[in-house]
């Protein structure tokens, strides 16, 4: 069963409008990682968040994490088309190495 | 380009034959992830290799079965093939084996099983 629920399944937007994605999960992480996937292709690694942080900034990416809810978040500012893709979350385990259960994804479409 | 390639890109086949599926991963990485992407499953952990040995494993049925050779490519094998067999397999690599080191993903080997 998937660790991750992601919210919401599909979002679509215009180009230059910010994007939210959530993602709510079940046991205790160590990290948890948002992926980007471009439609069929493989996934690509955005960023990480440790269990003790609770925000985190890359670029025009924002991800919060709130581990008493056990939820996360994905803000991507000032959306471009090449932003559409689909976006994952990623929790791990303790003591199982590098193992990572996904999320069932955000498709996001950002029109131009 | 993420540095690990996979191959086949596509693969059809039958059902009940078998199939091995190949992952070269970044120069210097020595951890290998496969995983299996699906509609109706998802993107599932099937399992890890760290230096030619198996450190994580997940929901991976008896009929796959993974190695990492001493070069670090590593090859996923899967029988007795099923309809429901059919999906994107990826494989991932990264340096070390810890749940926070980035994971490098290839471009995936779509299998069609007939």
């Known amino acids: 069963s998937q660790q991750g629920e992601e919210d919401p399944q599909a979002l679509s937007i215009q180009e230059g409008e910010n994007a939210t994605m959530n993602c709510s999960y079940k046991?205790?992480?160590?990290?948890l990682q948002w992926y980007r996937q471009n439609s069929g292709r493989g996934l690509v690694h955005l960023i990480l968040?440790?269990?003790?942080?609770r925000e985190k900034h890359s670029g025009r990416l924002r991800v919060t994490l709130d581990t008493s809810k056990k939820s996360s978040s994905l803000l991507i500012t000032a959306s471009r088309a090449a932003d559409t893709a689909s976006y994952f979350c990623?929790?791990?385990?303790?003591?199982?190495?590098?193992?990572?259960?996904f999320g069932q994804g955000t498709e996001l479409s950002v029109k131009p | 380009d993420s540095g690990v390639t996979q191959t086949p890109k596509h693969l059809i086949t039958a059902t009940g034959q078998r199939v091995t599926l190949r992952c070269s991963p970044r120069?210097?990485?020595?951890?290998v992830y496969w995983y299996q992407q699906s509609l109706d499953q998802g993107l599932q952990f099937l399992i890890q290799?760290?230096?030619?040995?198996?450190?994580a494993k997940g929901n991976i049925l008896e009929r796959f079965s993974a190695q990492q050779f001493p070069d670090l490519h590593s090859e996923l094998n899967l029988s007795s093939l099923e309809l429901g067999d059919s999906a994107l397999y990826f494989c991932?690599?990264?340096?070390?084996?810890?749940?926070?080191?980035?994971?490098?993903f290839g471009p995936g080997t779509r299998l069609t099983v007939l």
């Open positions: 991932a690599s990264s340096v070390g084996s810890r749940n926070s080191d980035t994971q490098y």
């Open positions: 290799y760290y230096n030619g040995e198996e450190r």
């Open positions: 990623a929790t791990d385990f303790y003591n199982q190495g590098g193992k990572l259960i």
């Open positions: 046991t205790s992480i160590n990290n």
């Open positions: 968040i440790r269990s003790n942080e």
């Open positions: 120069s210097g990485d020595l951890s």
